[in-house]
């Protein structure tokens, strides 16, 4: 698995699902300037992915204000995508979801973020990639196709990116919106620690 981090995010132009229609021309590079969540999810119409869309969906506001958007991805079409979209929630649908769902049917996307599954038929991961505003990865996580996803775990990464952008210290095991970060130095772990005690 390649590890992104720390590097530019694949760019890609791509057709995408967004409400009730089919964007041909979708890119990442128009949310130069905001965070990105960007998560790729195996098979439209399948059972654990319907539950992680409206999870994300619930959360969206959450996100907004941390000025960051939600962006999803599959290996299927657009076309897929939208039908998906306009089956209700209580017969497993997606219907409700505002955010963007791209299209990778051809792959490409899933390979240059590595996330297909080996001999699987080009499915992708339960992958998940923050982006910060510049078009960088600041962290990646990716689940086996039985595990579904914590949204917020997503928001605390966030929050800790966040805080580590505003303040300049870093976020210890278990931090959390709220807690006390570090100086990045030894007196820094010092002064945690005995705070800590």
Not at 30 to 59: M, N, R, S
Not at 83 to 99: D, E, H, R, V
Not at 130 to 154: K, M, T, W, Y
Request: proline share 5%; net charge negative.
């Amino acid at each position: 698995m390649g590890v992104l981090v720390g590097r530019k995010a694949p760019q890609f132009r791509t057709k995408a699902a967004v409400r009730n229609t089919i964007v041909d021309d979708f890119s990442l590079e128009q949310f130069h300037g905001k965070k990105v969540l960007f998560f790729f999810y195996p098979l439209d119409f399948t059972f654990v992915c319907p539950t992680e869309l409206h999870a994300f969906q619930e959360a969206l506001d959450e996100f907004a204000q941390r000025n960051c958007v939600v962006v999803g991805c599959s290996v299927d079409s657009a076309h897929a995508h939208l039908a998906w979209l306009n089956m209700p929630k209580a017969k497993g649908g997606i219907q409700g979801i505002t955010y963007p769902i791209v299209s990778d049917l051809n792959k490409t996307i899933s390979r240059d973020y590595d996330v297909l599954v080996p001999n699987n038929e080009g499915i992708a991961f339960r992958a998940l990639f923050l982006i910060d505003q510049d078009g960088v990865v600041f962290h990646q996580l990716v689940n086996a196709l039985p595990l579904g996803r914590s949204v917020e775990e997503a928001l605390r990464v966030l929050d800790a990116q966040i805080f580590y952008e505003q303040n300049g210290q870093v976020c210890p095991a278990n931090w959390g919106n709220g807690k006390k970060g570090m100086n990045p130095t030894s007196v820094g772990l010092q002064e945690y620690v005995a705070a800590s005690v």
